[in-house]
């Protein structure tokens, strides 16, 4: 006669409790993992501002996280400075093509020389 093993799940023999227990390791190791494999991405992706800042040495997890935080307030920073800049220089050139538009206005109005007009005209328009 072969021998029979009866195979019982163990789920069924713990209780909730149990298995919370028995599965909170493995939880938690899977969250430290995600944890670390987003620490390597940022170092990979950061990898020359770091080198830039420490030079040829081991970076920790939390100088990867404070310097990844400095990094991205710098960036935000500049873009902020950029968009400013921008809209300056779109403003300056909306304000000139509205004093354009007001002084030929104001040329056709008061009849001035046709010839005048031209010269003033062509000299905004540089």
């Known amino acids: 006669m072969a021998p029979s093993?009866?195979?019982m799940e163990p789920d069924n023999l713990l209780t909730p409790k149990e298995k919370n227990k028995l599965r909170k390791p493995v939880v938690e190791k899977m969250r430290r993992d995600r944890i670390n494999s987003s620490i390597e991405q940022l170092k990979l992706l950061l990898e020359k501002e770091f080198q830039r800042h420490q030079p040829n040495s081991k970076l920790e997890k939390a100088d990867i996280l404070e310097m990844t935080v400095s990094y991205l307030k710098q960036q935000s920073q500049l873009q902020m400075k950029r968009s400013f800049h921008k809209s300056s220089?779109?403003?300056?050139r909306e304000g000139y093509s509205r004093c354009?538009?007001?002084?030929?206005?104001?040329?056709?109005?008061?009849?001035v020389r046709t010839e005048t007009q031209t010269k003033l005209l062509s000299h905004f328009q540089k």
């Open 5 to 7: 093993a009866v195979f």
């Open 89 to 92: 220089q779109f403003d300056f």
């Open 100 to 111: 354009l538009q007001e002084a030929f206005h104001f040329l056709t109005l008061h009849k």
